[in-house]
């Protein structure tokens, strides 16, 4: 069964900088478009950004020109480093495919602080 391992989550100050891994069991990752995706109490998962497996990228427009996913394939990891971090932007991160039809991890949890 596969399984998503986040990690890279922590406590950052406003304008600082954290670095999100994703690593799974097999080749999904590899395999298939992915995304990053965000979720705070009440409020809905949402998408953050997706990677196709040829690399092109998209983003949503919160964090548009601050956050950039990748991947590496050979590693079977999608990254997403995420600069000017904003209190908004306090949220569990998970990953997932593009069409979220595997089993969601635990997440990681990022607190920016103001």
């Known amino acids: 069964q596969v399984q998503f391992v986040e990690s890279g989550g922590g406590l950052v100050q406003a304008g600082g900088s954290l670095r999100l891994s994703c690593a799974a069991s097999?080749?999904?990752?590899?395999?298939?478009?992915m995304g990053w995706y965000r979720q705070t109490p009440g409020k809905q998962r949402e998408v953050v950004a997706t990677?196709?497996?040829?690399?092109?990228?998209t983003y949503a427009g919160p964090v548009k020109g601050r956050f950039t996913i990748s991947r590496d394939n050979a590693k079977n990891t999608v990254l997403l480093q995420m600069n000017s971090l904003k209190p908004e932007d306090t949220a569990v991160y998970y990953c997932n495919t593009v069409f979220r039809d595997i089993d969601w991890g635990r997440g990681t949890q990022v607190t920016v602080s103001s």
């Open positions: 990677i196709s497996r040829r690399g092109a990228t």
């Open positions: 097999g080749s999904i990752i590899s395999d298939r478009a």
